[in-house]
């Protein structure tokens, strides 16, 4: 298994992605434990959902290039782009709050799926960055358009075009983490819930609605579908199939 789902007793559900040999890469098994986990969710004892990583190297590392590298096409690549896009949309519209638990490194998708969650705590000392762009393309799951809603607007523009990875502090500063824990990562998390769970399960939903209304006013989901388009269409070019295949190479060189 490439996940693990775990139901916790203080009342939220813990997802893990059990890859830390592929530094958590999301492969078509993780999109498949996501979406369980995202449909357990409708338990009505469960008021919260976090995603984390096995181990301490890794959050994500975003899609595994091992697998995905034989998309070539942009119909191919829109297949996978799509299926996961869908994903994040239906955690980032989830009437319950969500938490990404970064253990580790945080780099591509793995940001993508961080700003698909609603609060996201970083350990100290970890490193974070939307690097698609040095891969010659864009974010392609609608974590660019969602980081857009959640960030002020140069803000989420400097972190998306210079695609560097930046420090657990930068991002604080620039309002993408919203805590960095120095502590025991269950520890740091559960502190952080422990007053929103204390909280009737319906006041929850219903403020977490107030933002899913203005998502679906702004077009939230068509704006996700073309930004999957166009990352569609970057991912056939020259420049992203070179930058593969030399990822491949140096991998299969350790």
Same mark, same amino acid.
């Not at 409708?42 to 919260?48: E, F, L």
């Not at 422990?194 to 203005?214: H, N, R």
């Given at each position: 298994?490439?996940?693990?789902?775990?139901?916790?007793?203080?009342?939220?559900?813990?997802?893990?992605?059990?890859?830390?040999?592929?530094?958590? $890469?999301?492969?078509?098994?993780?999109?498949?434990?996501?979406?369980? $986990?995202?449909?357990?969710?409708?338990?009505?004892?469960?008021?919260?959902?976090?995603?984390?990583?096995?181990?301490?190297?890794?959050?994500c590392s975003g899609g595994d290039l091992s697998v995905f590298?034989?998309?070539?096409?942009?119909?191919?690549?829109?297949?996978?782009?799509?299926?996961?896009?869908?994903? +994040?949309?239906? +955690?980032?519209?989830?009437?319950?709050?969500?938490?990404?638990? +970064?253990?580790?490194?945080?780099?591509?998708?793995?940001?993508?799926?961080? $700003?698909?969650?609603?609060?996201?705590?970083?350990?100290?000392?970890?490193?974070?960055?939307?690097?698609?762009?040095?891969?010659?393309?864009?974010?392609?799951?609608?974590?660019?358009?969602?980081?857009?809603?959640?960030?002020?607007? $140069?803000?989420?523009?400097?972190?998306?075009?210079?695609?560097?990875?930046?420090?657990?502090?930068?991002?604080?500063?620039?309002?993408?983490?919203?805590?960095?824990?120095?502590?025991?990562?269950?520890?740091?998390?559960?502190?952080?819930?422990?007053?929103?769970?204390?909280?009737? +399960?319906?006041?929850?939903?219903?403020?977490?609605?107030?933002?899913?209304?203005?998502?679906?006013?702004?077009?939230?989901?068509?704006?996700?579908?073309?930004?999957?388009?166009?990352?569609?269409v970057l991912w056939e070019s020259e420049s992203h199939h070179?930058?593969?295949?030399?990822?491949?190479?140096?991998?299969?060189?350790?």
């Amino acid at each position: 298994m490439s996940f693990s789902i775990e139901k916790r007793e203080k009342g939220y559900l813990l997802f893990t992605i059990t890859r830390s040999e592929k530094r958590n $890469a999301v492969n078509y098994d993780v999109m498949q434990g996501l979406t369980e $986990a995202i449909s357990l969710m409708n338990d009505p004892t469960i008021k919260a959902l976090v995603i984390t990583g096995e181990g301490d190297q890794a959050f994500c590392s975003g899609g595994d290039l091992s697998v995905f590298h034989q998309l070539q096409t942009k119909e191919e690549a829109y297949g996978m782009l799509s299926k996961m896009s869908h994903i +994040l949309y239906a +955690l980032a519209t989830l009437t319950k709050p969500t938490i990404a638990l +970064l253990n580790g490194t945080a780099v591509g998708g793995g940001c993508e799926l961080a $700003a698909a969650c609603d609060f996201r705590l970083a350990r100290e000392g970890i490193r974070a960055g939307f690097v698609q762009g040095k891969q010659a393309i864009t974010t392609g799951w609608g974590g660019g358009t969602i980081l857009s809603e959640k960030l002020p607007a $140069a803000r989420s523009m400097k972190l998306l075009m210079e695609a560097e990875i930046q420090t657990a502090e930068y991002l604080k500063e620039a309002g993408f983490i919203d805590q960095v824990y120095s502590n025991n990562y269950i520890s740091a998390c559960e502190t952080f819930m422990e007053k929103l769970l204390a909280v009737d +399960l319906k006041v929850l939903e219903s403020y977490k609605m107030m933002w899913i209304l203005k998502w679906e006013e702004n077009k939230l989901r068509e704006r996700i579908e073309k930004e999957v388009r166009n990352c569609s269409v970057l991912w056939e070019s020259e420049s992203h199939h070179k930058y593969v295949q030399n990822f491949i190479s140096k991998k299969m060189q350790k």
